[in-house]
């Protein structure tokens, strides 16, 4: 009875859960970029599991940062996102394309757009520019760091390309637009092109893919 009362809301960890934790802690914190980026006690505007509340286009979204940075005189923010993976650290692309995770980097970048804005008009009020927060004049790096828990325990960190982030933006915006298009006509059976194409959905490959088919060629 004592015991259960002093673990009330704990969680019990197996031994082998509790070392592949420590396996991993071991090895962010023996990787030059993942122990900085990653440190939420002695980092200077670290904000870890920063939860963000914010609206776009008409819709409420919360984005819960792992980790978020704002460095003031260096004039960077820095968005970190943890993965861990029970798969090679190294074949990361087939699940950062398959699970959308440059499309997730790209909504933790408007979360931060929008909650330094509202930071800034709370300071200055409404259209205030105070240039400690003025993102024009800040860089954003995202980075995804990738750990494995099998194996040796490796780790790798990723940085998205400017392009894959534009993407994301595009591809959110295209969401959205379908969401309120499935709202707008209460049909939620199929998706859009299903009602729009009288059952039937065109296929197309991009030209990204058939410029990729050419080259291997």
């Avoid at 090679?88 to 499309?103: A, E, I, L, P």
């Avoid at 194409?197 to 088919?213: A, M």
Wanted: glycine fraction near 6%; charged fraction near 25%; aromatic fraction near 10%.
């Amino acid at each position: 009875l004592d015991f259960l009362r002093r673990a009330k809301g704990k969680h019990v960890l197996s031994q082998d859960d509790m070392g592949i934790i420590l396996n991993v802690a071991t090895t962010i914190q023996a990787h030059s970029v993942a122990s900085h980026i990653l440190n939420t006690t002695e980092l200077s505007g670290a904000e870890p599991e920063k939860e963000i509340l914010w609206t776009t286009k008409g819709f409420k979204v919360k984005s819960i940062i792992d980790n978020l940075i704002l460095d003031k005189e260096k004039k960077l923010v820095t968005i970190v996102d943890l993965k861990t993976t029970a798969k090679s650290v190294y074949s990361f692309t087939r699940s950062y394309v398959s699970y959308g995770y440059y499309r997730q980097m790209a909504m933790y970048k408007l979360a931060v757009h929008a909650f330094v804005n509202e930071f800034r008009e709370a300071v200055n009020g409404p259209g205030g520019d105070d240039r400690e927060w003025n993102l024009r004049d800040m860089d954003i790096k995202s980075y995804i760091v990738v750990v494995q828990t099998t194996g040796l325990n490796e780790c790798v960190v990723y940085e998205p390309s400017a392009y894959d982030i534009t993407l994301g933006v595009e591809e959110i915006s295209d969401l959205i637009s379908r969401l309120k298009w499935h709202i707008g006509n209460d049909q939620w059976e199929y998706p859009m092109e299903y009602y729009a194409n009288d059952g039937s959905t065109k296929l197309k490959l991009s030209n990204e893919y058939i410029s990729r088919i050419k080259e291997n060629s």
